[in-house]
């Protein structure tokens, strides 16, 4: 059994390691951040090739709505919105809406 001054120090030796165990992993976070200011960071040629090859592989350069092709940002975006649209103004099941959604997708093949 202990008697409540010691209760008193107990939670304060808790609170202490507690705070201190917090301000090491702040210290290592920190450290960590200086070793890779220090060291450049090796990757990034590696990191900005992927991002440049995800950027160009997920591009929608056209889309075949109702058999015509369409091209370019403004269209595609005006074709989306209008196909869009219309499923939002009329009250439809979802295995309606998803029987009228008739995209065909082409993706741009580069290189």
């Given at each position: 059994?202990?008697?409540?001054?010691?209760?008193?120090?107990?939670?304060g030796?808790?609170?202490?390691?507690?705070?201190?165990?917090?301000?090491?992993?702040?210290?290592?976070?920190?450290?960590?951040?200086?070793?890779?200011?220090?060291?450049?960071?090796?990757?990034?040629?590696?990191?900005?090739?992927?991002m440049?090859?995800?950027?160009r592989?997920?591009?929608?350069?056209?889309?075949?709505?109702?058999?015509?092709?369409?091209?370019?940002?403004?269209?595609?975006?005006?074709?989306?919105?209008?196909?869009?649209?219309?499923?939002?103004?009329?009250?439809?099941?979802?295995?309606?809406?998803?029987?009228?959604?008739?995209?065909?997708?082409?993706?741009?093949?580069?290189?």
């Amino acid at each position: 059994m202990l008697f409540e001054d010691e209760c008193v120090e107990l939670h304060g030796i808790a609170t202490d390691i507690h705070s201190l165990s917090h301000l090491n992993t702040s210290i290592c976070w920190q450290q960590s951040r200086v070793q890779w200011l220090r060291d450049g960071d090796a990757n990034l040629k590696f990191f900005h090739s992927m991002m440049s090859y995800r950027r160009r592989h997920n591009a929608l350069c056209s889309i075949i709505v109702d058999g015509v092709v369409v091209e370019g940002v403004q269209p595609i975006r005006n074709a989306v919105f209008t196909h869009f649209a219309g499923h939002f103004n009329l009250p439809m099941s979802c295995a309606q809406v998803w029987k009228t959604c008739n995209f065909g997708l082409c993706l741009c093949q580069k290189g």
